[in-house]
């Protein structure tokens, strides 16, 4: 991908940055040649960012020719509001205390270039800073208020805005960052769009083993994408992508749904999108959507302080009681006497004001069916843990075990289990989801929907092998062409 460093007069940047290519402003934007290029990183230092200038439009028209620019028009408009700038970097009130805690006086202005500054013990704040901005040059104006640092502003500096005796360090800084891995295309085949693939490397349960996630990467490239493992730190390069799938473990308050958030307004293809986390990470409106559709499902209690004497008249004993926001059999508990329901209950409801009760229903596997796109493409068998009346058991130590999973085809898997399983996952939405049900007595039920469902090399791909993955990736690739034209139109 070509590298196009943008300035008002090319005598403003007079630094030699190796693969980039410094290109006035009006040329940029009035010759054809750009207009046609097809794949570029536009890296804008225009002296002015306001409302139709230069700066403005150069932003503008490169994200309507489909390059990448930096800073991005949003990005522009988000730097004029100081509310909106503080709103954003509020999650940084640790980073900078710590950063700016030695200083003697109460107003500190912080450069920073391509994400690092002169005095590499701000470097922590300022990569911060850098992740959740994107702009190239930036200049963050701080002051200590009632012993505490606030932010007051941040705004974009011009090339020519850079001190003489800073031109060094800024040129090492855009060297460094130009020649990083994975910042400047490979020599490869060129690919037509870009791919974020979410994790989490230190998740001990992660929803695709590390086999999976290669497999992932390999179906993409073979269907013209550009897959790129990103973590939580990258949340501010987002826009730099067109496409991003979760393979973290999702709840509605963590860092994996504000990803999701993040990226639909950037205007990104999602897996799972931030209303699928929502609906699936929430047990009590599962309970209520499969009640309200006439679904199948176990005997269930919406449990609040007020019907707690409800729960073994309607239910009987053993039940099992589930937190909202549980997953991965974490949060989801079965009680077998009177003293150990009134005592799990009432440690459930200090966490939240309204909690599931369903009866206990033993099987020897569930059935996970799963859904992208409204279709179904996986069924799995998951047997119970030995020994436990879960699939997955947890011990006070905090180590696992699980029972095997057993891939079936499609076609051999009972259809009133497919066919129950896809109209519950096409009441959350079309994305990606895993539908749990039991057999019992020659019923069915559903026990709950997941987003994000697990697909483990080995285990879920079983029967389709390496096309499982090219499933999922294909999804990617019609959605990310059907918005293309959309836009073009």
Known sequence: MRVLIVVNNPRDWPLDVPGATVVPARAYLTDPAYGEERHARVFNLCKSYRYESLGYYVSLLAEARGHKPMPRPGTI??????????????????????????????????????????????????????????????????????????????????????????????????????????RVARRRPPTRYDLAILHDPDNREPPSNAKAMQKFAKAAEHLGLQPE?????????????????????????????????????????????????????????????????????????????????????????????????????????RVDTHEELRAKVGSLLEKSDLIVAQEWLPTEFDWRVGVLDRRVIFVCKYYMAAGHWQIIKHDEHGAWSEGPTVAVAVSEAPEEIVRTALRAANLIGDGFYGVDLKQVNGTHCIIEINDNPNVDAGHEDGVLKDALYREVMGVFVRRIEARKRGAAR
């Open 77 to 182: 408009e988000d730097l004029k509001s100081p509310n909106l700038v503080r709103l954003l970097t509020e999650g940084l009130e640790e980073t900078t205390q710590r950063a700016l805690a030695p200083l003697k006086s109460d107003r500190f202005e912080l450069s920073i270039y391509f994400g690092r500054n002169m005095t590499s013990r701000y470097d922590g704040l300022t990569k911060h800073l850098f992740s959740l901005l994107q702009a190239p040059l930036l200049r963050a104006s701080f002051e200590r208020q009632q012993g505490q640092w606030r932010t007051r502003s941040i705004r974009p500096i011009a090339a020519d805005d850079i001190p003489p005796p800073h031109h060094e360090f800024v040129l090492q800084a855009a060297t460094d960052y130009f020649t990083e891995p994975g």
């Open 229 to 333: 493992f990103v973590t939580r730190a990258d949340i501010g390069r987002i826009a730099q992508f067109d496409g991003l799938f979760i393979r973290d473990t999702t709840f509605a308050n963590h860092y994996t749904y504000r990803f999701s958030r993040r990226a639909v307004a950037e205007g990104l293809v999602v897996i799972d999108d931030p209303d699928s986390i929502l609906k699936c990470n929430n047990k009590v409106y599962l309970a209520e959507l499969l009640a309200r559709h006439n679904l199948p499902a176990p005997r269930t209690l919406m449990v609040h302080r007020d019907n707690v004497d409800q729960i073994e008249p309607k239910l009987a004993l053993p039940c099992v009681l589930k937190q909202p926001d549980s997953s991965f059999s974490i949060g989801v508990v």
